[in-house]
């Protein structure tokens, strides 16, 4: 029996996921200032556990990422972009990654549709919800969602694939539950619209399993597989 730290995080989403009418959920590792030596252990660990199955895994900056990709190049990894993306490094963005999760206004759709190279398979678009409306933090209002979606839905070049939060880290859990309740609710109200909108992205190592009994498909984590996190 495997008995490493991402072999726990996968069979503890197993186990929280746990009925056969609900695939589990999607582990997205994120990395948060790693290596690329680091990650290729993680996609060495990946392979030998879920054989044939894709890693995904998030960074939070472009500029970081870029490197890492490039090094880490023929390695089956989809990257992820988790971090707020300014407008201006939306073309190095559509190039460098698979999905971004943090699309959260008007502009920033338009810039990544007209820089994704129509060769290429649409770019995945997670459309990011500040679901507390808390001052000062990235992310659209719920009120937003209908008509960020469809213009992503307008787009040959994206493909709308459901929604993102990080909502606040409120130390009672069950003040969390109810940010990730609404999260849930609105991505049932999307799902309406956009059928293939099917992922919903919450949940970190904190709260993962929280995150998952309320509609979490995909959950994304850094400290519980990597430890603690280095100061920069
Ligand atoms: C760092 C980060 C995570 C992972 O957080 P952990 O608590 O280390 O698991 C998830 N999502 C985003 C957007 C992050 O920045």
Redesign the pocket.
């Known amino acids: 029996m495997p008995t490493g730290p991402l072999a726990r995080v996968l069979e503890s989403i197993e186990n929280v996921t746990g009925t056969a009418t609900r695939p589990a959920a999607r582990l ?1 590792a ?1 990395g ?1 200032s790693r290596e690329a030596g680091e990650i290729a252990s993680l996609a060495a660990e990946w392979a030998g556990l879920r054989p044939g199955a894709t890693l995904a895994f ?1 960074e ?1 900056y472009v500029q970081e990422a870029s490197s890492k990709i490039a090094a880490l190049e023929g390695s089956g990894i989809e990257w992820h972009l ?2 707020h993306l300014q407008s201006n490094k939306a073309v190095q963005a559509a190039a460098l990654f698979d999905w971004v ?2 699309v959260d206004r008007p502009k920033l759709v338009a810039a990544l549709a007209s820089a994704r190279n129509p060769d290429h398979p649409p770019l995945n678009v997670l459309i990011q919800v500040n679901v507390d409306g808390e001052a000062g933090k990235h992310g659209c209002t719920p009120d937003d969602v209908p008509s960020l979606a469809a213009a992503i839905a307008a787009e040959p070049t994206l493909a709308l694939r459901g929604l993102m939060a ?1 909502p606040e880290p409120h130390p009672d859990l069950a003040r969390r539950r109810d940010a990730f309740a609404a999260m849930r609710a609105l991505h049932d109200a999307l799902r309406a619209d956009h059928p293939d909108a099917d992922v919903l992205s919450m949940g ?3 709260d ?1 399993a929280l995150a998952i009994a309320e509609g979490a498909t995909m959950v ?7 430890g603690p ?1 280095q100061a920069a």
């Open positions: 997205l994120v948060k998030g939070n988790i971090g999760q943090s990080i970190m190592s904190e993962y994304r984590i850094g400290t519980a597989l990597f996190r």
